[in-house]
């Protein structure tokens, strides 16, 4: 290396210093501790001692702890392909050529721009058994007798479902985005070979969309596993604990049980879940995502 | 240039250190730094009681004058959690009762015996119950300021209308349980009048009726507005642990109790309760249960008065002890209180215990608990602190707190999770998920195996000591 290059090395560093101490500061020791405090007893305000695997022994005998995985695995598992399903079709829908297009995509936009918690006292009130929009609407449907549907035990987790289909704006507006940068010239070339609908959905839509998909199916799968907000605010992991979600769980060990140690094994092996997860996802994307151009 | 770097980060640097330097020390006043917890009038109560303090110039050993400024924080033990761990806490706080183990055991309170030595502050100059909710191993880590007691809260509108003599409070469960149903009014399809539960559970049919007809009034429901739902043992002899190593969610009386909740659900419906339930408001509005005379009587605290003369005003009501199984336990309530701690790094601990002292003189108690619309803590009071007090009430829930049988929240380290366990079980068994002994036995083992792991850590701690 030349003194210029040198001097160059400094000065780059330097202008990047304060993003780089940033995400030492915030990033990079956060999550080392974190790693070294789920080997320790911590309770915040004593220094960690530490107790090696003591944490993570007590997790696997720990009925709670399976049980918000449980809870969570149930959430993910509907949650990812009806989101799919859900954004995807209305992002379609959105991608047509009506007039006032402009006013629907905002209509669905609009709710991902309400607060978590203005949102999730809404929908309190919506899944309300007596007085709810939702169960006068299924009423009035011929429905005679709907769930109460947060004190229920079978209807707290779909009900949380629900209200999360309803925030899903952003997917859809980067499925939107995808769906514009599907070539016409293909679709009129399919048309001309006589394809019907599905066909140009299955063969052409979907494959040159599979890179906008693919994204989506990740950050799905992240957000999912993290779901707290709505089961904290609406119904606090009840009723009997349906909906004792793992980050839930994680932050009630943490900040009233004052188990930092305990907190950070489960933060762990979150991690370690979602890792795996999204590995699977990379492993499937590589035969079946299509980068055109690329 | 490197030069120019440098001198400008120095520069940085000691504005920053500038600007958290002490401002104190050139002055003659000490600044003590108050956490409240409460907001509205209670707070308004407390800002009394520190105006007349700072009003009396107090100074410390130095002769410097002490100020107190309070600010009102919501969510104090997380706040009170970081705020220690950081090294930055305020002087005086004011917490939880349940708080003060928890704090306590992990050494984040300051211990006040030496302060309380000097002072002159005795345990006789209070309501047992009080002083003991600030002591934790020997040792005293705070003073009260408002205490609270339950009791049983009815309305007397619905006594009348039910044929009931509203002067008369049951005695023990079982006469509770039978006002509950004369209380308890159902409108069957196709009738004007409503029925009470007492006349339809002589039907043969009475439950399918109970299906077809609307609850339109209770008695009782142990949900509403459902807090403690852990206590409900102490009221058939039941406890929670043995106050040292064992765990106790199972013993005969808290199985009993627990049977006694399932009763109401297998006696009502549980769908019947929570279609009736679903019509209530949320508990500070005029559409709570009790005050919009859904619910006849409840188990509530000393403040449900401050609720009543809201939003129910002008309601016709009476308190008296909640009874006990059989009537065999008199005067049973749960006692808790705000605490006024030091924590651990507080910048001014001596003058922190000066205004903790002070807020416990007779004067100034009396001050604040009438603000808040509470009895006061301590055994010496004056004569028109009752003439004076709105609520009509208040002498009942003072008497429940002198009681022996006045239980407080159980000094456990792992009291939050224990809580959470025993709402878990308190939910099954409502909802008729399964049985009480069963799943109190569940509680007993997770919190047993709980608790065993926790005494290991303190025990290990305080070897390396």
């Known amino acids: ?294 | 240039m490197k030069k120019v770097i440098v001198l400008l980060f120095a520069t940085i640097l000691a504005f920053q250190l500038a600007g958290c330097a002490d401002k104190e020390q050139n002055s003659d006043t000490v600044k003590v730094v108050y956490w409240e917890k409460w907001s509205g009038f209670e707070a308004d109560a407390m800002q009394a009681v520190i105006d007349l303090f700072n009003s009396r110039k107090f100074t410390n050993k130095d002769g410097k004058l002490i100020h107190v400024e309070m600010s009102t924080v919501s969510e104090i033990d997380r706040r009170l959690l970081t705020a220690v761990a950081g090294g930055n806490p305020p002087d005086v706080a004011g917490v939880w009762t349940w708080l003060v183990t928890a704090y306590a055991e992990k050494g984040a309170l300051l211990p006040i015996d030496d302060h309380l030595r000097e002072a002159a502050i005795t345990e006789d100059r209070y309501i047992p119950v009080f002083w003991e909710i600030c002591k934790y191993k020997g040792k005293m880590w705070g003073l009260p300021s408002t205490p609270a007691s339950v009791a049983l809260h009815w309305n007397k509108r619905l006594f009348r209308e039910a044929g009931l003599d509203p002067n008369v409070p049951p005695s023990s469960i079982q006469e509770f349980d039978e006002m509950a149903e004369k209380l308890t009014l159902i409108k069957l399809p196709g009738q004007d009048k409503a029925v009470s539960f007492y006349e339809l559970k002589g039907k043969p049919d009475h439950e399918d009726l109970l299906g077809q007809g609307t609850i339109i009034q209770m008695g009782f429901l142990p949900s509403e507005p459902g807090w403690w739902p852990w206590s409900w043992g102490y009221w058939f002899g039941g406890e929670l642990w043995n106050g040292k190593e064992k765990v106790t969610a199972d013993d005969p009386g808290n199985v009993k109790a627990y049977e006694w909740v399932k009763s109401y659900s297998d006696k009502y419906g549980v769908d019947n309760i929570k279609k009736f339930s679903s019509s209530f408001g949320t508990f500070a509005s005029p559409q709570n249960a009790f005050l919009s005379s859904k619910v006849a009587m409840v188990r509530e605290g000393v403040w449900m008065y401050n609720f009543i003369d809201k939003y129910a005003t002008g309601m016709d009501w009476d308190a008296a002890p909640f009874p006990s199984d059989g009537g065999k336990l008199k005067d049973v309530t749960y006692a808790e209180a705000d605490i006024l701690v030091i924590p651990i790094g507080a910048r001014h601990p001596d003058e922190a215990f000066k205004f903790i002292s002070f807020v416990n003189t007779q004067e100034a108690m009396e001050l604040l608990c009438e603000g808040q619309r509470k009895f006061t803590p301590l055994k010496n009071v004056s004569e028109d602190f009752y003439a004076r007090h709105k609520n009509p009430h208040i002498r009942v829930f003072r008497a429940l707190a002198e009681s022996p049988n006045a239980f407080t929240t159980p000094k456990m380290v792992i009291w939050q999770e224990y809580l959470r366990e025993m709402s878990f079980a308190y939910e099954m068994i409502r909802d008729l998920k399964a049985e009480p002994e069963e799943v109190l036995s569940d509680v007993r083992k997770t919190m047993q195996k709980r608790l065993e792991r926790e005494l290991e850590m303190s025990k290990r701690a305080e070897e390396r000591r």
């Not at chain 1, 304060?18 to 990033?27: A, C, K, M, R």
């Not at chain 1, 209807?155 to 985005?177: R, S």
């Not at chain 1, 799968?221 to 907000?229: C, K, P, T, V």
Request: charged share 10%; hydrophobic share 55%.
């Open chain 1, 1 to 294: 290396m030349t003194k210029e290059e040198k001097r160059e090395l400094i000065k780059g560093i330097l202008f990047t210093s304060p993003w780089l101490l940033g995400f030492s500061i915030f990033v990079i020791y956060p999550v080392a501790a974190s790693f070294y405090y789920s080997f320790c007893y911590y309770s915040v305000i004593q220094p960690p001692r530490f107790i090696g695997l003591l944490n993570y022994k007590d997790l696997l005998t720990d009925p709670i702890f399976w049980k918000s995985l449980w809870n969570t695995f149930y959430f993910v598992i509907f949650m990812i392909p009806l989101g799919f399903v859900t954004s995807l079709s209305l992002a379609m829908l959105l991608n047509t050529k009506v007039r006032g297009m402009a006013f629907y995509r905002m209509v669905f936009f609009v709710p991902s721009l309400v607060p978590m918690v203005a949102g999730s006292i809404l929908w309190m009130w919506i899944f309300n058994g007596e007085y709810g929009l939702l169960n006068n609407f299924l009423i009035k449907m011929g429905i005679p007798n709907p769930p109460n549907w947060l004190v229920d035990v079978n209807f707290a987790k779909p009900a949380i479902i629900i209200m999360c289909l309803w925030g899903l704006g952003q997917t859809i507006v980067i499925y939107l985005a995808g769906l514009q940068d599907v070539p016409v010239a293909l679709i009129e070339a399919a048309e001309l070979d006589g394809a019907n609908w599905f066909d140009k959905l299955w063969n052409i839509t979907i494959p040159m969309i599979s890179p906008v998909i693919y994204f989506n199916v990740i950050m799905a799968i992240i957000g999912s596993f993290q779901i707290f907000s709505q089961a904290y605010i609406m119904t606090g992991g009840g009723p009997q604990r349906s909906t004792t979600f793992y980050a839930l769980y994680l932050y009630q060990t943490a900040f009233e049980d004052l188990r930092m140690g305990y907190a950070s094994a489960m933060a762990w092996i979150l991690f370690v879940i979602i890792l795996l997860l999204t590995m699977a996802v990379q492993r499937i994307s590589k035969e079946s995502v299509y980068y055109h151009g690329g």
